[in-house]
């Protein structure tokens, strides 16, 4: 099982970008898969979760800046982040769960993960 993130940069305030996570091993859809992000000094954290039958959780300091989607052809998760403010800096690691129901969004409750793409958000 890999994960590959890619899209990260720098952007100014306001701006947006669109992470892409491909996996490879097994499907993105029969999964419970997450973004994380992990501030320098902090713990990794999930900001959205999608699970097999399609519903979405996301933290509400994303929420409505934020979306999440598959493209089930192409094995390949997203994060679309609109609205970047600076305290979205962050590395983004694209994460999958045992299984497709979702359980919680600590760090523990995920066993595969991606090594990450950096957001920097600047003022």
Not at 30 to 37: E, F, I, K, S, V
Not at 78 to 92: H, I
Not at 94 to 109: E, F, L, N
Request: proline residues 2%; neutral net charge; glycine residues 14%.
């Amino acid at each position: 099982v890999q994960l590959r993130e890619s899209g990260g940069g720098s952007v100014q305030a306001g701006g947006s970008l669109r992470l892409s996570c491909v996996a490879s091993g097994y499907t993105v859809s029969d999964r419970c898969m997450g973004w994380l992000r992990q501030s320098p000094g902090q713990g990794r954290e999930g900001v959205v979760l999608i699970g097999h039958d399609g519903s979405i959780s996301y933290t509400d300091d994303v929420q409505d800046r934020f979306t999440i989607a598959q493209d089930k052809a192409k094995n390949t998760l997203y994060l679309l982040m609109n609205s970047l403010k600076p305290e979205d800096t962050a590395m983004y690691f694209c994460a999958a769960q045992p299984s497709g129901s979702c359980y919680g969004r600590d760090i523990v409750s995920f066993g595969a993960v991606g090594q990450g793409t950096q957001v920097t958000v600047s003022s």
